[in-house]
């Protein structure tokens, strides 16, 4: 089985946990500015703290509180995930031999460090798996692909696996995944659209991208994504041409670009008209890419059979 890493994701003093979206301005000089591709990120601390609780004693009278002990380890769900590494934006399996770890981002929400609870490496068909999982937080897990050596061919990409599609899993259960991989390239295009359109922030030092789809796929026309501390969402359009809190153009594939989301963590969320989606809980991972695509659901109105 996999062995866990006893390493941690640096977080910049200046990021701040935000779990509303839009609650402050953020200037172009809040934006961290284009600099030298970011290493592989700083490996992340292997356990979380415990948290002490305050508990009503049996024989006590209202009013009156002892200190609980620690609350146990948490109690292994038993579960596999298991998945396939792609290539961003296409159907290309990733090589053998990349590194793939299995991140906890709850910690992110209390002020600290992700943490990585499991790595592995992919096969030569770029499949992957993990078993004896523990009950994942309510917010869910990352999936962080990278070079395991840096070539400089790939980016270190996360895919976001959250809570509903992880959590509640028992011994019996095997969960199914796809981990996205970004190519250097493409992340060199995106930034070089980012810098045409004015942008002081790049994917080069980590993000979130994604689309923004219906359920059957196809890409949304003028779906509008936003972040905390009102993060810049970028949206390239048919032209090539990235603009600034637009919307999302089915012509490029419906993507948004949130290239400052490594310095932030909270709330994201999208709208089109007529259809709703899954708000997320994302960001705050230096380096790292951070894939997502949003589906939207409609409403079904009915009773129940």
């Known amino acids: 089985m996999p062995q866990p890493k006893s390493s941690a994701f640096a977080l910049p003093a200046s990021a701040a946990l935000l779990l509303a979206f839009g609650c402050a301005d953020r200037s172009a000089e809040d934006v961290p500015s284009a600099a030298s591709p970011a290493p592989h990120p700083a490996t992340l601390s292997a356990t979380m703290s415990a948290t002490l609780s305050a508990t009503l004693s049996p024989s006590a009278s209202i ?6 002990a620690p609350p146990p380890p948490a109690t292994p769900g038993g579960h596999t995930l298991s998945g396939a590494v792609q290539v961003f934006e296409t159907t290309t399996p990733g090589p053998e031999g990349l590194c793939v770890d299995l991140v906890d981002p709850e910690p992110r929400a209390f002020g600290g460090d992700a943490e990585i609870l499991l790595s592995t490496t992919t096969d030569a068909s770029g499949q992957f798996s993990f078993s004896d999982l523990p009950v994942p937080a309510t917010i869910g897990w990352v999936l962080v692909v990278g070079e395991c050596t840096e070539t400089g061919t790939y980016a270190s990409t996360g895919t976001i696996l959250p809570g509903e599609l992880v959590g509640g899993r028992g011994a019996a259960d095997a969960v199914s995944v ?3 991989l970004m ?3 493409a992340r060199d295009t995106i930034d070089e659209g980012l810098a ?3 942008s002081t922030a790049f994917l080069v030092d980590g993000g979130l991208v994604g689309h923004s789809l219906a359920e059957n796929g196809a890409p949304h026309q003028d779906s509008w994504v936003r972040g905390p501390m ?3 969402l970028w949206y390239p359009q048919g032209s090539g041409v990235y603009e600034l809190f637009d919307g999302t153009e089915a012509a490029a594939g419906a993507l948004y670009v949130a290239p400052a989301a490594e310095r932030v963590y909270g709330v994201w969320v999208t709208r089109v008209s007529g259809e709703q989606f899954e708000p997320l809980m994302a960001g705050g991972l230096p380096g790292v890419i951070l894939v997502h695509d949003f589906v939207s659901w409609t409403p079904r109105v009915g009773s129940p059979p």
């Open 230 to 232: 009102s993060t810049q």
């Open 63 to 68: 009013g009156e509180r002892t200190a609980a």
């Open 178 to 180: 796809t981990a996205w």
């Open 183 to 185: 190519p250097t390239s």
């Open 196 to 198: 045409a359109a004015g």
